[in-house]
């Protein structure tokens, strides 16, 4: 036991860090206990990573494991084993560390244990490294809360998430960029507010220089609720960009020119009398909705942008001394939202480079010569092309539906359209012409079964020539269909041949032909040898006839041959330079063999010169028998020699393959770890390809062995992909279940019966589902979020509805309280049971007046507010509520009051005797549109 003992321990300090990392991982777990020391030693000390890594698998302390956490080295393995251990149960004082937490939320099994740690990395981590490390490997669920995390919302931690996550994961990269965007078009609203703000005081500095009048009271109050309105809107941004760590220019010194309004005068003389300021706003609304139209019907588009800014110009110098109506503000933001699309189109438009789409790429007359359609089917290729870049130009573009196209516009469509119909025409062409094919090889069919052996060769060059101008697609089967008939056509004219004439006078015409007509030697020698041997296969001689063709032609035969003889004389000569390169061979691979040095040799280039020798020799040929016979038994012999040497390497390295073979069977059968057997797998293959030369046979043999072992284990590993894939499937089947089961919701749900915890028990059960891949899992989400979007659509709309009920109620109540007030006061004693807590304290008020002006001054606020118009008679009321509503708000930065605390202090309010009924009338119904607008 001790020498065991000893012998594993000297593994482990053995000085190949290989035997030393397999050793380690080697290791039983009660041994490697045993050995926690040992492996702390070597996880401190080894020169090696690997064994290093390899010693953290095996120690069991999360504290000693944190004393490596700042060795860059092994920062993450260290980081993830204290996860493992700490979620194993192992106490740990470093776990609140921050890559440790990191490795803990990536490890996490429960959706309760994520929370915890995503609250302790809110506190404790503050590296944005480190937290957009996290983002790039979390599951998909946990992205969400990782992102609304305090350090992550800054404008300077966005865009470093940005470049970091810039080719590596497109949706964080698109989330970045989306919340950059969002905070720059914040700061440039909150910019322009200011700027407003600061436009608005120098305006009010001025105009109190002017004489004080109703026109000068009037002026500041429109002023001031400007003031108001753009302040709410600069605090709105500045909110939204202090959680982005931007920070605005303050508004406050623009604050302080409107903290003291003038009063005006209770008492007016008839000199101070209200002068009637002319309204432009209805003529500038003529004048945006004839530029509206304009905009339609496509004018040019310089002077549409020089008719919208003086337009723009006239407004917003006349809103300075009257407020516009909200459905004339309304017609303003309409038309310049419109133009505002019609200039983005344009200016998309100008920064796309011309396209050469008026190029005729089809001719007019369409080619029917087979050998000009190649160049046909090029054009239709390129018209093609061209169509779908215009295409792309057009998705760039996005011109709007509504907006006449311009100039440069119109001709891409219709430059698209016209190649279009020059693709239609080329594409109808292609099919009229293997209409011709089919019919060619149709009427070749008829004429073959006539036997019209003429006719059916000239049907079948025109078929073949046609055939060979169609392009690949348009073929299919009419190509076999073609070489079928031609194969007929053959035979049809073989056996004609044999009917019509005998067959020697045939053979002396075909031999008179290569008299009259001769080939090259070669081709001339081959044909009168063929020839020669037709005629042989007749038989014998027995008629004079047969006697005098058979002089003529062997005659003609001798004629034929006349041009072939000098051709044979330089073939003579052609084998005596092939004898002399031979012997140059063999003199090149005793060389060879005598002055290598066959212990350091390069056994493979030896073998390719061996086979290239072999091919070389082969090469030249033929020779002379005579000379050549025993040169070729010198070659043997060499190349006997030299395959001797390289079978011997040949051996050797069978032998080392060998030895791979049975370490691959070895690790198949082992218990290892698929992960650890595919990589050994790998090694050996590399390994395998290190190895020299082999016989081809022994080497397929041990290949086969080899590759059976290697394809056992990625078998298993393709096995527990598998099992993942289905796991995969299952989760997005339960996906797709979700998402159908809350489209059957919304279609049986109305915002009566909806409820807000089923939709919370779909969500959570959405967000359980853990193995869906980001590219599935992103439509999943998409899908399911507008479907809860919906939803929620329906329980705002009962509570909407809800919200009318209760302010009826209110209405009811408060009657009911007011005629108890009335009657109590002519002296009748009644109770006044509470009906609701808005009304509590009423009863103590009793003996108070009743509170008509604050009633009148509330019912006009809520007039206000809903826009409804309030009588002539009340303007100096509405007036004195307006500056009232000012000075609270530039005091306390409030914004409007709420519709339901108006209730609620309408409720409170009383006593309320006689004449108040219309008052009440005009609260609740103002109310009332206040909410529904």
Request: glycine share 4%.
């Amino acid at each position: 036991m001790i020498g065991k003992f000893l012998k594993g321990k000297d593994r482990l300090r053995d000085a190949n860090p290989e035997i030393r990392r397999e050793a380690i991982q080697g290791l039983e777990p009660h041994k490697a206990q045993s050995l926690q020391t040992e492996l702390a030693d070597l996880a401190l000390n080894d020169s090696d990573t690997p064994v290093r890594l390899a010693c953290l698998e095996k120690l069991n302390d999360p504290d000693f494991l944190g004393t490596l956490l700042n060795q860059d080295v092994l920062t993450r393995a260290v980081a993830a084993r204290m996860a493992t251990l700490i979620s194993a149960g192992s106490p740990c004082g470093l776990g609140n560390h921050p890559l440790v937490l990191q490795e803990r939320l990536l490890i996490a099994s429960s959706d309760e244990e994520a929370k915890t740690l995503i609250d302790d990395i809110a506190r404790e981590v503050s590296d944005l490294e480190i937290l957009q490390d996290l983002l790039l490997r979390c599951k998909q669920e946990l992205r969400e809360p990782l992102l609304a995390l305090d350090q992550l919302q800054s404008a300077d931690a966005l865009t470093r998430l940005e470049r970091r996550s810039r080719d590596h994961d497109k949706s964080l990269n698109r989330y970045a960029r989306e919340r950059l965007e969002h905070i720059k078009q914040v700061r440039q609203r909150g910019n322009m507010a200011l700027q407003r703000a600061s436009e608005l005081a120098s305006a009010l500095t001025k105009h109190r220089k002017t004489e004080r009048n109703t026109i000068y009271y009037q002026r500041q109050t429109i002023l001031a609720q400007e003031f108001v309105n753009t302040v709410q809107t600069f605090e709105e941004c500045a909110g939204i960009l202090t959680k982005h760590g931007v920070v605005l220019e303050s508004i406050s010194k623009h604050e302080a020119v409107f903290a003291n309004l003038d009063e005006e005068p209770r008492e007016k003389s008839p000199e101070s009398a209200p002068v009637a300021v002319a309204d432009p706003f209805p003529d500038l609304v003529k004048d945006f909705e004839a530029l509206h139209n304009s905009l339609m019907q496509g004018g040019p588009y310089s002077e549409l942008s020089q008719r919208r800014q003086e337009l723009t110009n006239a407004w917003l110098s006349a809103a300075d001394n009257v407020q516009p109506e909200p459905a004339q503000h309304e017609v303003f933001e309409t038309v310049s939202h419109t133009f505002r699309e019609l200039a983005d189109a344009v200016e998309r438009l100008e920064s796309v480079k011309p396209l050469e789409l008026a190029i005729a790429t089809i001719p007019e007359q369409l080619p029917t010569d087979p050998t000009e359609l190649p160049a046909l089917w090029k054009s239709a290729d390129r018209c093609r092309s061209l169509i779908r870049q215009a295409e792309q130009v057009c998705k760039h573009v996005a011109w709007p539906q509504w907006a006449k196209p311009d100039p440069r516009y119109s001709e891409i469509l219709l430059n698209i359209n016209a190649l279009q119909e020059d693709l239609l025409r080329v594409e109808a062409h292609e099919r009229e012409q293997v209409a011709n094919l089919e019919k060619l090889i149709t009427t070749l069919i008829q004429e073959i079964d006539a036997g019209s052996s003429q006719s059916a060769s000239g049907t079948l060059n025109k078929a073949r020539k046609l055939s060979k101008g169609l392009p690949g697609r348009s073929l299919r089967t009419l190509d076999k269909n073609l070489n079928q008939q031609a194969a007929r056509l053959a035979e049809l004219r073989d056996w004609q041949a044999f009917a019509t004439a005998p067959k020697r006078e045939e053979l002396c015409n075909a031999m008179q032909k290569l008299v009259e007509a001769p080939f090259n030697p070669p081709d001339q020698a081959q044909r009168i040898k063929r020839l020669r041997g037709d005629w042989n296969e007749l038989g014998a001689i027995n008629k004079a006839d047969d006697r005098r063709l058979a002089e003529r032609f062997n005659q003609l035969a001798e004629r034929a041959f006349e041009p072939c003889r000098s051709y044979f004389g330089e073939q003579a000569k052609e084998r005596r330079k092939n004898l002399s390169q031979r012997e140059g061979i063999c003199n090149q691979l005793e060389s060879y063999l005598n002055s290598s040095d066959w212990e350091t040799a390069d056994m493979k280039a030896a073998e390719q010169i061996m086979r290239t020798a072999r091919s070389e020799w082969r090469k030249h040929h033929p020779v002379d028998r005579t000379p050549g016979k025993p040169l070729e038994a010198r070659f043997e012999k060499l190349q006997n020699r030299l395959h001797d040497l390289v079978k011997a390497a040949w051996v050797k390295n069978l032998q080392t393959k060998q030895a791979i073979v049975e370490e691959a069977k070895t690790i198949n059968e082992s218990g290892k770890d698929v992960g650890e057997k595919v990589r050994r797998a790998k090694e050996l293959q590399q390994s395998w390809r290190a190895v020299g030369v082999t016989p081809r046979r022994a080497d397929q043999n041990l290949w086969r062995q080899f590759r059976g072992y290697c394809d056992q284990i990625f078998a298993t590993r393709d096995n527990e992909k598998q099992q993942a894939d289905a796991a995969v499937q299952e989760a997005m089947k339960e996906a797709e279940a979700l998402c159908e089961e809350l489209s059957q919701l919304l279609d049986t749900t109305g915002p009566s019966n909806a409820e807000d915890n089923i939709l919370r028990d779909l969500q959570q059960r959405f967000r359980k589902l853990h193995d869906i891949p980001p590219r599935n899992a992103k439509s999943f989400e998409r899908r399911f979020d507008e479907l809860v979007r919906d939803y929620r659509g329906l329980l705002r709309e009962k509570a909407f509805e809800a919200q009318f009920v209760e302010l009826s109620q209110l209405k009811t109540w408060d009657e009911m309280h007011s005629k108890r007030e009335v009657a109590h006061q002519a002296g009748e004693t009644t109770g006044f049971e509470e009906l609701h807590s808005a009304f509590a304290g009423r009863e103590a008020l009793l003996k108070d007046e009743v509170p008509m002006k604050m009633l009148h001054m509330l019912t006009i606020s809520a007039e206000l507010a809903a826009g409804i118009e309030v009588p002539t008679e009340e303007h100096e009321v509405r007036l004195q509520v307006q500056v009232e509503a000012l000075k609270r708000g530039l005091g306390q930065r409030r914004q409007g009051d709420d519709p339901m605390e108006m209730v609620a202090r309408w409720c409170a309010a009383g006593p309320k005797l006689e004449g108040t009924e219309n008052l009440r009338d005009r609260f609740f119904l103002a109310i009332e549109k206040y909410l529904r607008e």
